[in-house]
Structures are given as structure tokens and as C-alpha cells.
């Protein structure tokens, strides 16, 4: 009996130890004093008009609170299952793929995505980097010619 | 001081007579002689208490003796011993095994230990690059993501680090058994080998055998 909760001790000690550590300073299971920003919801897409010189998508979505968000990523795709680059970065709800001097977009059908992130600090103060919630359902675009 | 000695013994001299001085002596002395009274020079040459019969029966035994140190001469030179074997298994599984001529065992233990091992070593590397992957993540999906694909081939690396530390347990066990096995057949053969012998040399001269 004796011998059989010393196993089962040891059994749990060299479990334990093969596990894997949540060492990743934005990870919030490792991290309870992180907060997860809110998924993107009420993602709206709108192209410019057909013939426009300037190309752009102009894109809203729902406001997350400012308690779990700093600011927003701007995904685009191909496809709704293609991979998808960050094209942007923005600190509130609304974006313009393309309305400025360096976007430029061209004619042709997008998927836009968009998820919120939030600065970590560690209890020093250090920025640990930003932590990005979920991203939002894709939204197809056309782009007219 | 021997001056002073000498003169105490002429003293002891003169205050005893030497009549009991004698009876002193040979009251020291009587143990011994009825010890060599107790001596008998027949009992002691009587080879029958050894159980031989007469001087051709202790001849015969004493080539016996002659042939079993020759023999044991052999088994040391050829038999294994258990402590190297069990040494040899602890530092490369089953190569005991193999020294103690078990070649299909040896090789067994060795391929489940480099099996179990290299798995074991592969789901390893597989944890390490998802773990790498999960503290560089930022978005909490790959963060869950990658934290799950490291976890996984973990448990599996140390499952398998676990059997081939069974095996490396049983390896160690089953060396003695194979090496006192592998004795008894070296015996053997020693005796059946001495045994086929029709002529030997020895200090005696030639022995032939029908």
C-alpha cells in the first residue's frame, strides 16, 4: 500500500514535469490578468464606384469596448478559405483599404477580415507585445473595373 | 636489570625446593603429553576416512581434482561473467545479450531501445517546433492552437521515453538469466568436450580413454 501511493506519487511528480509550460507571456490561461480583446462583429464592406480613379474598400464594423481593445488589423484574401495578410492597422472602427497615397486596389473580387487587439504590459510595465482576439467572419467584396 | 632479574630467580631457587619446582613442570606439561598420547599415527595415514579404499583410489581421485581445476580453468576463460554482462547491457541494451551469444534477443533489445527511443526523440522535436510556434504567437486561436500541437506529441514522446526505460529494466533482467544460461551450456559443452576426450596429456604422462 505503502509502495503503491509512492508510485502513483512519483507516477504524478514525472507527469507534471513532462508537461508542456505556458511561458508565453500573452498566453491568458498562463496570464489571468490578461484580457482577450472581443471578436470583431458587424464587419460591413463597401467598394468604390465603378470607373473611380482611386480604388478603395471602405470598411465599418462594431466598436469593441476600450477596456479590451487598442486597435483594429485589417486582413484581406483572395478567397474565403485563402490565406489572408494584414494590410492595416487602425485605432478605430472604420478603415479605407486603398484611400490613401500608399494603398493602392485594384479592380477585382476581396475577403476582408478584421480582429482588435490590446497592448500587454507585464507587472513591471514592460510591453510583452500585442495580443490579438478572434478574427471576424470573412466579407466579400467587388471591386469594379 | 638482568643482574637484578638473576638475582630474584636464585632467590625463588633457594624459598622453593626442587622437588615441587619438578611437580609445577609437569603439571604444565601433562595437557600436551596426553594429547600426544591421543595421537595415532595409523589413524592419521588411514587414507578410508577420506573414503578412498587404498593409494590407487586416492590416485584416482586426485586426477579427478587435476581434471575439474583444468576444466574450471576452461569455463573461467569461456563463460561470461554476470557483472560485465549487466554492464554491457546497461550502457548499449541487448549487447550482453549478444556477448552471451543470444544474438536474436540482443538484437531485439537493441532495436526496441533504438525504436522506442528515436520515437520517442521524434515526437520530442515535434513538441519543441510547435512550442516555438506558441510562445511567438500572438492571436489567442494560434496560441490555443499551437499550445494543444505541443502538448500532444509530448505526452507521446514521454510515453515512449517510458517504454524504453521498461525495456532497459527488462533488458538488465533478462542479461543474468541469459548469461547463467549461457554458463550452464558453456559447462556443458566443457564436459561433453572432456567427456569425448580419448587422449590427454598430463603431468603423468599420456591418458587414453575407451
Known amino acids: 500500500m505503502k509502495y503503491r501511493n509512492l508510485i502513483l506519487l512519483l507516477s504524478l511528480i514525472l507527469l507534471a514535469s513532462c508537461m508542456v509550460k505556458r511561458n508565453n507571456p500573452l498566453d491568458p490561461v498562463g496570464n489571468p490578468n490578461i484580457i482577450v480583446p472581443d471578436q470583431v462583429s458587424g464587419l460591413q464592406c463597401f467598394a468604390s464606384g465603378t470607373g473611380a480613379a482611386n480604388k478603395y474598400v471602405e470598411l465599418r464594423w462594431n466598436a469593441n469596448p476600450s477596456l479590451n481593445t487598442d486597435g483594429y488589423y485589417i486582413y484581406v ?24 497615397p500608399w494603398h493602392n486596389v485594384k479592380a477585382g473580387d476581396y475577403w476582408y477580415k478584421v480582429s482588435a487587439f490590446r497592448d500587454v504590459f507585464s507587472e513591471d510595465g514592460i510591453a510583452q507585445g500585442k495580443l490579438e482576439g478572434r478574427r471576424s467572419e470573412p466579407r466579400f467584396v467587388r471591386v469594379p473595373a | 636489570m638482568r643482574k637484578t632479574i638473576f638475582l630474584l630467580l636464585k632467590q625463588a631457587q633457594r624459598a622453593i ?23 595415532d599415527i595409523n589413524v592419521f595415514a588411514d587414507s578410508t576416512k577420506y573414503g578412498w579404499e587404498d593409494w590407487r583410489d586416492r590416485n584416482t581421485y586426485r586426477m579427478d581434482l587435476i581434471d575439474r581445476q583444468e576444466l574450471l580453468q576452461i569455463y573461467e576463460m569461456e563463460s561470461s561473467q554476470i557483472g560485465t554482462s549487466i554492464l554491457k547491457s546497461a550502457i548499449i541494451p541487448g549487447y550482453g545479450q549478444i556477448s552471451s551469444k543470444a544474438w536474436t534477443k540482443g538484437t531485439i533489445f ?101
Not at chain 1, 77 to 100: C, L, P, R, W
Not at chain 2, 21 to 39: N, T
Not at chain 2, 152 to 181: E, H, K, Q
Not at chain 2, 193 to 201: A, D, L, P
Request: charged share 15%; aromatic share 16%.
Open chain 1, 77 to 100: 484574401g483572395m478567397a474565403y478559405n485563402s490565406e489572408y495578410a494584414v494590410v492595416d492597422t487602425v485605432f478605430t472602427n472604420i478603415s479605407s483599404h486603398g484611400g490613401k
Open chain 2, 17 to 39: 625446593p626442587s622437588y615441587l619446582a619438578l611437580i609445577f613442570i609437569l603439571m604444565a606439561l601433562a595437557p600436551s603429553l596426553a594429547a600426544q598420547e591421543q595421537f
Open chain 2, 110 to 210: 537493441l532495436g526496441a531501445e533504438l525504436l522506442s527511443m528515436g520515437v520517442s526523440l521524434y515526437f520530442y522535436d515535434r513538441s519543441n517546433y510547435y512550442y516555438g510556434k506558441y510562445m511567438e504567437a500572438t492571436q489567442i486561436d494560434d496560441i490555443q492552437h499551437y499550445f494543444a500541437a505541443a502538448q500532444t506529441p509530448r505526452y507521446y514522446s514521454w510515453m515512449f521515453m517510458a517504454l524504453g526505460a521498461v525495456v532497459w529494466g527488462y533488458n538488465i533482467y533478462d542479461v543474468i538469466l541469459t548469461t547463467d544460461s549461457y554458463n550452464a551450456q558453456v559447462w556443458q559443452e566443457i564436459m561433453e568436450r572432456h567427456g569425448k576426450k580419448t587422449i590427454s596429456m598430463g603431468p603423468d604422462g599420456i591418458q587414453l580413454r575407451f
